[in-house]
C-alpha cells in the first residue's frame, strides 16, 4: 500500500522560507514522477515542481521558479521542496503526489499530468502573511 504523508508546513512571513517534505512508503516505481502540487481555497488545483524519476530533472511552475526547488533522497524515500522568498500568494495546501509509469518521462511532462497522478498526501498548509 503506497501513503505518502507530508510534513514541515506552517506560517511565515513574506521573504521567509519553509522546507516541506514528503515521505513515501510502499511507492517502488523506478519510472515515472514525483511532484508538488498546491490548491488554494476556491482556486484549481496546479503543480508547482516536479521531478522526472527516470532521469531526476525537474521542473517548475514560473510563478515559483528561481525560489523554490524540488529534490528527493531516495535513500530515505522522502521528497522535498525548498521554498525561498516566498510570497503572500503562495499561501495555500501543498500536496506530495506520485505517478508511475512504464517509460522513461520528463519532468515537463509530469508537470502538464496534474490530474493524472494516482498517489496522494493528506496536505500541509503553508501560509505567508505580508
Known amino acids: 500500500q503506497v501513503q505518502l504523508v507530508e510534513s514541515g508546513g506552517g506560517s511565515v512571513q513574506a521573504g521567509g522560507s519553509l522546507r516541506i517534505s514528503c515521505v513515501a512508503s510502499g511507492y517502488t516505481a523506478r519510472r515515472g514522477c514525483m511532484g508538488w502540487f498546491r490548491q488554494a481555497p476556491g482556486k484549481e488545483r496546479e503543480g508547482v515542481a516536479t521531478i522526472s524519476t527516470s532521469s531526476g530533472d525537474t521542473a517548475y511552475a514560473d510563478s515559483v521558479k528561481g525560489r523554490f526547488t524540488i529534490s528527493q533522497d531516495n535513500a530515505k524515500n522522502t521528497l522535498y521542496l525548498q521554498m525561498n522568498s516566498l510570497k503572500p500568494e503562495d499561501t495555500s495546501m501543498y500536496y506530495c503526489?506520485?505517478?508511475?509509469?512504464?517509460?522513461?518521462?520528463?519532468?515537463?511532462?509530469?508537470?502538464?499530468?496534474?490530474?493524472?497522478?494516482?498517489?496522494w498526501g493528506q496536505g500541509t498548509q503553508v501560509t505567508v502573511s505580508s
Open positions: 503526489a506520485a505517478l508511475p509509469t512504464i517509460n522513461w518521462v520528463s519532468s515537463v511532462w509530469c508537470l502538464a499530468r496534474r490530474n493524472d497522478y494516482n498517489y
